[in-house]
T-cell receptor
């Protein structure tokens, strides 16, 4: 069965510090990979996606993510976190062997200290 | 386009009552998804439609849940009768294809007391 794992449930970083949120998936082939952000009381917004090509993808709000096939990972990074980045972040995977649907990880809640 | 529109934003109902959640997808999107979000189970796909036809409803928890899409611009998720354990945030999302970006509505927070 497919799965998406976000090992960190909560992360706290200081404003201005760098950030890395982890995401691991389990599939045989290369899936399509997504990162979404959810602010309190809001729906999910797409930050970035990877389908093929360059394994380092740039997204909105200064985020980037790197696909590493050997590690089955798609970690999200940001060099300098802003207080407005406090939110919950979801990694998601689409695979056509999984009934054509997006599977989400459990999410990582990011808190930003002033 | 105004994005995916869900109504109501909040719903409080008594156990045993019927609840209907509504969704208007983005015009031109062929796929519509209903998700449920809880602290315990995270985001779960309940059902999705392609061109108004239900494709996979394996995520629907019980027969108390039903979803319809009578036309390309409207879908409903109904719970009858509702139970306290149905309390959650229900999201609707739409996309052009299943492997492209899904656009989410702001969700309906359902509380069953």
């Amino acid at each position: 069965a497919q799965s998406v794992t976000q090992p960190d449930i909560h992360i706290t970083v200081s404003e201005g510090a760098s950030l890395e949120l982890r995401c691991n998936y389990s599939y045989g082939a290369t899936p399509y990979l997504f990162w979404y952000v959810q602010s309190p009381g809001q729906g999910l917004q797409l930050l970035l996606k990877y389908f093929s090509g360059d394994t380092l993808v740039q997204g909105i709000k200064g985020f980037e993510a790197e696909f590493k096939r050997s590690q089955s990972s798609f970690n999200l990074r940001k060099p300098s976190v802003h207080w407005s980045d406090a939110a919950e972040y979801f990694c998601a995977v689409w695979n056509n062997n999984a009934g054509n649907m997006l599977t989400f990880g459990g999410g990582t809640r990011l808190m930003v200290k002033p | 386009d105004a994005g995916v529109i869900q109504s109501p934003r909040h719903e409080v109902t008594e156990m045993g009552q019927e609840v209907t959640l509504r969704c208007k997808p983005i015009s031109g999107h062929d796929y519509l998804f209903w998700y449920r979000q809880t602290m315990m189970r995270g985001l779960e796909l309940l059902i999705y439609f392609n061109n108004n036809v239900p494709i996979d409803d394996s995520g629907m928890p019980e027969d108390r849940f039903s979803a319809k899409m009578p036309n390309a611009s409207f879908s409903t998720l109904k719970i009858q009768p509702s139970e306290p354990r149905d309390s959650a945030v229900y999201f609707c999302a739409s996309s052009l294809f299943t492997n492209t970006e899904a656009f989410f509505g702001q969700g309906t927070r359902l509380t069953v007391v």
